[in-house]
């Protein structure tokens, strides 16, 4: 499903048989202004959706950018202006809102993350704990906060987890599966493979075939080990009950990446809000 698909299903979904509030409150044609307000502290994201969405309801309406995506942002500033059918504006107001303050939100907690790093080599990665049919658009956010994006999906990169191995009998037993898989389909993917112990990092040490080693819900003292231990050998990974408060400490230890699944699963949106302006003249 494209963007554009969301966009006119999101339509579909809000306005059904038609606006009836703004179709009984507003003149047929009147026209008039409105105003992306920001009403909390954070980093902006959505705006070129918002673009797309305003032209999807009404290709008359008209857009004025004043800040873009990735810029931080405090209370009162105003991102854009939209001018046209007052009508059109009403009735893209809520799916607006809706994706720009979610994504915005992931925008900000990223940076957050992000800021915590300063001066380390850690990259902050994404996770799939993404909204269905949404992850483009939400791992966009991530890159717009800072952050890095794991694979998309099941399609683009290969990673064992730990249900792979077990029911594959075993990390060679997996790792070598997917190396024939290669072999069998000319496919070549980046391999990662997760380990949840030194036991299991030594067997994929042993083994190799694979560019990346997820150490999973690793405490900080395990985590720096671990990573000497690999030396290099292979890209690293720290995943599982890391937070804004313990990033830092992890990411000391040398790990290459960290992937927080709460950057777009368990995140808050950033207050924005659509105002009227000149509501107290009506033209036609």
């Known amino acids: ?38 009403k909390e502290k954070g980093i902006l994201c959505g705006v070129d959706l918002a673009r797309k969405i305003f032209k999807t309801v009404d290709p008359d309406l008209q857009i004025n950018i004043l800040i873009t995506d990735g810029t931080a942002i405090n ?32 925008a900000t907690a990223t940076n957050r993350a992000v800021k915590k790093l300063e001066g380390l080599n850690t990259k902050i990665l994404d996770t799939r704990k993404t909204t269905p049919l949404l992850r483009e658009l939400e791992k966009y956010a991530v890159r717009t906060g800072g ?5 998309m999906g099941l399609y683009d990169m290969v990673m064992i987890k730990d249900n792979h191995v077990d029911y594959a009998g075993g990390i060679e037993n997996a ?32 083994c190799g075939k694979v560019d990346r080693i997820m150490l999973d819900n690793f405490s900080v003292k395990d985590l720096d080990k671990a990573v000497h231990l690999i030396n290099g050998r292979f890209e690293t990974e720290a995943s599982g009950g890391i937070t804004e408060e313990t990033l830092r400490k992890f990411a000391e230890t040398g790990v290459d990446y960290i992937s927080m699944g709460a950057l777009t699963h368990q995140i808050k949106s950033l207050d924005l809000s659509l105002k009227a302006i000149n509501t107290s003249h009506i033209e036609m």
């Open 1 to 38: 499903m494209t963007i554009d698909d969301i966009i006119s299903n999101a339509i579909t979904e809000d306005i059904g048989d038609g606006d009836h509030t703004t179709l009984a409150t507003l003149p047929s044609g009147a026209s008039g202004k409105a105003k992306l307000l920001v």
């Open 75 to 106: 209370i009162g500033d105003i991102a854009f202006e939209v001018t046209g059918n007052r009508a059109s504006i009403l009735k893209s107001e809520r799916l607006v809102l809706n994706f720009m303050q979610r994504l915005s939100g992931i």
């Open 147 to 151: 952050g890095e994006n794991h694979r």
């Open 175 to 206: 790792i070598n599966a997917v190396q024939n898989y290669f072999t069998k389909t000319g496919k070549k993917l980046k391999t990662e493979i997760e380990v949840r112990n030194f036991k299991e990092l030594q067997q994929v040490l042993n």
